[in-house]
Nanobody, 124 residues
């Protein structure tokens, strides 16, 4: 059974940092592009960051560029999202996803596997 399990969410204050992790099991994701998406209450899911299969090419939404960093450890089948200088607008459920392709995508439709999400709440 293929699973993506996110962890590392929580309640923090504006300006704080969090690191999200996404552990994959059930298959090897070393050949998959990985992405992070988020969904705030009452809003549609939006793209946050993505990384290609080998980890040498990344892309970020404008809203998080310069504050968030996506990375991966294929030996551990894990992808990370380092989030710095958090803002109240970053409050959302964060989802990791895997796409059966080498290059990253910003479209959720390109992703085949999704985690259950982890809540990030940033207070002002």
């Amino acid at each position: 059974q293929v699973q993506l399990v996110e962890s590392g969410g929580g309640l923090v204050q504006a300006g704080d940092s969090l690191r999200l992790s996404c552990a994959a099991s059930g298959r090897t994701f070393g050949n998959d592009a990985m992405g992070w998406f988020r969904q705030a209450p009452g809003k549609e899911r939006e793209f946050v960051a993505a990384i290609n299969w080998i980890g040498d090419n990344t892309f970020y939404a404008d809203s998080v560029k310069g504050r968030f960093t996506i990375s991966r450890d294929n030996g551990k089948n894990t992808v990370y999202l380092q989030m710095n200088s958090l803002k109240p607008d970053d409050t959302a459920v964060y989802y990791c996803a895997a796409a059966s392709r080498f290059t990253y995508s910003t479209s959720g439709a390109e992703y085949n596997y999704w985690g259950q999400g982890t809540q990030v709440t940033v207070s002002s």
